[in-house]
């Protein structure tokens, strides 16, 4: 299922992982809050105006400049949350490929062949007469056949 990513596409997604991780650290959120008083006291000792103006327009770059930091560690635990609970899931259920655990990391083109082979199994699935039935990646195709096997026999 793996493929050979090239260098620079490997390089790519760490740079994008690390990205994200640390845009979202307390370290970073910090370091963040830090820069207004700092904008703030060195504006004063620059000798530039005290004005009403001078507060108000770094107030409104800082609020939003602030949230992107919040949310992006917000969305990191939560994102976390869900893959942990996903692969607990995975990992519990009897015939689940154990494949799926830590999907996330994969490349792309590896979740684009794993994203084919579930629309695959989607369509064997419009053709039977149960709607319940699913299939791990392993067993799709074995117990497509063996369920076809059986409703010719009946």
Request: proline share 2%; with cysteine; aromatic share 8%.
């Amino acid at each position: 299922m793996r493929r050979a990513q090239s260098t620079f596409e490997q390089r790519c997604q760490q740079f994008a992982t690390a990205a994200t991780t640390w845009s979202g650290s307390t370290a970073v959120q910090l370091a963040a809050l830090s820069v207004f008083p700092l904008w703030l006291i060195s504006g004063m000792f620059a000798g530039l105006e005290k004005s009403w103006h001078l507060v108000f327009e770094p107030l409104t770059s800082f609020v939003p400049f602030l949230m992107v930091f919040l949310i992006q560690r917000s969305q990191n635990k939560d994102s976390m949350a869900v893959h942990l609970k996903l692969n607990e899931l995975v990992a519990a259920v009897e015939g689940a490929s154990n494949r799926l655990i830590d999907v996330e990391d994969l490349s792309e083109e590896d979740l684009k062949t794993i994203h084919e082979h579930y629309q695959r199994l989607a369509d064997l699935a419009k053709n039977e007469m149960e709607l319940g039935k699913s299939h791990s990646i392993e067993e799709a195709r074995q117990r497509h056949s063996l369920k076809l096997e059986a409703q010719r026999r009946s």
